[in-house]
């Protein structure tokens, strides 16, 4: 076991990360070391990911006299480019810094492949290195999550925070669902692109079953082609993350008691009388001469524990702490104290698909700004620093539609598909089955005969799978977790991707720019098929142009490619679900884990179900609701 170093002034840890030290070390904000007037803070945030900023945010606003403690995986994200200049999410992506990645385990449903799932690991976790797209869910994501005997988290309860949260810089916004003062700044983003235009185009004229408009992130409009906007500050072209829209912008009197302690893993958190009352850490970095972690740290809560790990890191803390199912539990040699089979389970995300296309040389593309080359970058990095504009305030996405089937579209679904359909959706008509979007961006090596290549991308909405992720140490929080997503291992999920896959490349063959398909990146289709990859064209099909008839062999080959391709969306939640304690809940509509006291879960882990957007906005939400819950508990009422 380990041995407790308690904190004092004298015994603080040293960074060990040289991102960290190029902060300003100023404010307690940006420093990494802990509270020089004591060891006891009345907030301790294991986390300080997306909804752990907003909430520990909130909180030193309302009261700068509360002691809070955040402490973070990784390092400080303060003002580096690669976080700030949004289109670098791309070499954060390639390079894996401030990621952490998930292996799963082989699967036979993606073709032998082992997935791996990366999460954000620094200080704003995933609103730090995401794609800054801006999706919201569907207004029934959240009522049904408060059907789960969660009062006071259902769209009527959300959407103001929805709005408080943002300031939406697009003319075109409806100031109904969208926000005007929050932190949080929504645009197009530093230009647009003409793939984006054109990806309208093909669906508006193409595709007659659907509408075009401005704004498909109402929480209820669906089946609309409409521009896609973006977490990126229209006036500075900075990333819109929680990091800098909670945390590192506060004055120093909202910032005194506010303290960030990065490059530490939270180990367990401490219980008296199954009271929480402060964590044990150690340092995140392996040091392969600590074979006993001996130098195990504990600081002590008076008033609240936030676990805030996110859908990974929060199951995991759980677990080492004795909170979980005793199976998993005795596996790690971890005592149980309180018997919540729902920790780690449950776990969801999305499936994505990104279709690569060969393009014509006048076609927009970030691949100078994706390629890491820092000549290529500089023009677009002079735009930037200028007035913030440019592709380097951008993530290469400018289009989309949030996609339910018609009719004739569920014929193409097929049987394995029904259940889901009238189970799922058919009562629930805000509900998209999937996400189409366009790319002008090639996100993989470049060809060796195209420069120019722009991609559709396809995101199934709620999978049917669901996964677990358990830890495999109790003491040793950096040891890989025992994951398994169980991608597509039930056949609508495939039959979902297929469609997606067929509609996505109907809509790029008619866009202006294409030039034919890049093989390498399309299923293996027999070559006498009509479905055969087109490898080059001298340019789109016409609006009128006959789909493609796809043969069973076809349709076989898709489904080959999809399991050998498919991917995480990076959008994982759900293991630390929010339910009642006999359904496998984790914690209360209150965020209370059950079993203990002075502790709370608040991040993605605790979604009790799926939502049909790329996953920001619910963590934003989550934090806003989160902040309301706990400043009522402490008695801010003013806020409240
Ligand atoms: C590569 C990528 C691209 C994405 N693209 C988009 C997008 O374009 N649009 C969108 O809406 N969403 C996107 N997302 C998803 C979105 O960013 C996340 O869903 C959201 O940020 C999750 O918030 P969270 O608070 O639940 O967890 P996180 O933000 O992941 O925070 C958890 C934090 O806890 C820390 N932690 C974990 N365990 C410990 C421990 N033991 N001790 C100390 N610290 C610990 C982690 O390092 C992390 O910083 C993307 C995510 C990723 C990773």
Not at 22 to 27: K, L, P, R
Not at 502 to 528: C, D, I, Q, T, V
Request: charged share 20%; glycine share 8%; proline share 5%.
């Amino acid at each position: 076991m380990f041995s407790y170093k308690t904190y004092s002034s004298s015994s603080r840890p040293s960074s060990s990360s040289s991102s960290s030290s190029s902060c300003s070390s100023s404010s307690t904000i940006s420093s990494n070391s802990l509270d020089s007037n004591g060891t006891q803070y009345d907030i301790v945030f294991a986390g300080g990911g997306t909804t752990a900023c907003v909430v520990a945010g909130r909180l030193a606003e309302a009261d700068p006299t509360l002691k809070i403690l955040i402490i973070e995986a990784g390092s400080h994200t303060r003002d580096l480019p690669v976080h700030v200049q949004p289109a670098r999410y791309f070499h954060n992506l390639v390079s894996g810094n401030a990621l952490s990645m998930h292996k799963g385990v082989v699967s036979d449903a993606l073709g032998g492949r082992a997935p791996v799932v990366p999460s954000g690991c620094c200080v704003g976790g995933g609103s730090s290195v995401n794609f800054a797209m801006y999706t919201r869910a569907s207004a029934s994501d959240y009522d049904d999550w408060e059907k789960l005997e969660n009062p006071g988290w259902g769209s009527k309860d959300l959407i103001p925070l929805a709005r408080k949260v943002e300031t939406f810089q697009v003319e075109e916004g409806s100031p109904r669902t969208h926000g005007t003062e929050g932190p949080i700044k929504v645009s197009h983003g530093g230009c647009d692109t003409n793939i984006g235009r054109e990806f309208l185009q093909a669906g508006t004229t193409w595709d007659k079953g659907r509408t075009s408009g401005s704004d498909t992130n109402d929480f209820r409009t669906i089946n609309q082609y409409t521009p896609w906007y973006k977490y990126i500050d229209r006036n500075t072209g900075k990333r819109s993350d929680a990091a800098h829209h909670f945390i590192y912008n506060k004055e120093p009197s909202q910032s005194r008691n506010l303290h960030v302690l990065t490059d530490q893993r939270v180990v367990r958190v401490i219980f008296e009388n199954r009271r929480a009352v402060g964590v044990e850490f150690i340092s995140a970095e392996k040091n392969p001469q600590d074979k006993s972690l001996s130098e195990a740290q504990v600081v002590r809560a008076a008033r609240l524990v936030v676990v805030s790990g996110g859908a990974f890191g929060s199951p995991a803390i759980l677990e080492r702490s004795g909170i979980g199912a005793k199976q998993h539990l005795a596996q790690a040699n971890v005592e149980q104290t309180v018997d919540l089979p729902g920790v780690g389970e449950n776990y969801q995300d999305h499936n994505l698909v990104i279709v690569p296309y060969l393009a014509a040389d006048t076609s927009d593309s970030l691949e100078d700004v994706f390629s890491g080359d820092e000549k290529k970058i500089a023009p677009h990095l002079a735009q930037w620093t200028e007035n913030g504009s440019g592709l380097l305030a951008h993530n290469s996405i400018d289009a989309g539609v949030k996609m339910r089937p018609s009719q004739e579209d569920l014929k193409e679904l097929g049987p394995s598909f029904k259940n889901a359909w009238k189970g799922y959706f058919a009562n629930a008509p805000d509900k998209p089955v999937t996400l189409i979007c366009s790319l002008a961006a090639h996100m993989g090596a470049p060809p060796e005969t195209y420069s120019k290549i722009f991609s559709i991308a396809a995101v199934s909405m709620y999978p049917l799978a669901i996964g677990y992720t358990h830890i495999s140490s109790g003491t040793d929080p950096r040891a890989p977790l025992k994951f398994d997503p169980r991608f597509f291992e039930n056949y609508a999920d495939v039959a979902v991707m297929r469609w997606s896959y067929k509609h996505g490349r109907e809509l790029a063959r008619r866009m202006k720019s294409y030039r034919g398909e890049l093989a390498s990146g399309h299923p293996n289709f027999p070559e006498s098929s009509a479905a055969a990859v087109v490898h080059n064209s001298s340019g789109p099909a016409s609006a009128s142009t006959p789909v493609i008839a796809y043969t069973p062999a076809d349709d076989d080959a898709i489904d080959n490619y999809l399991r050998a391709k498919v991917s995480t969306t990076w959008h994982s939640l759900g293991t630390c679900a929010m339910k009642p304690r006999a359904a496998g809940g984790v914690v209360d509509s209150r965020l209370n884990v059950y079993g203990v006291y002075n502790l709370k879960v608040a991040d993605l882990s605790i979604c009790p179900a799926n939502v049909a957007a790329n996953t920001y906005n619910t963590a934003l939400l989550v934090g806003e609701k989160a902040f309301l819950i706990i400043a009522e508990e402490l008695g801010l009422r003013k806020v409240c």
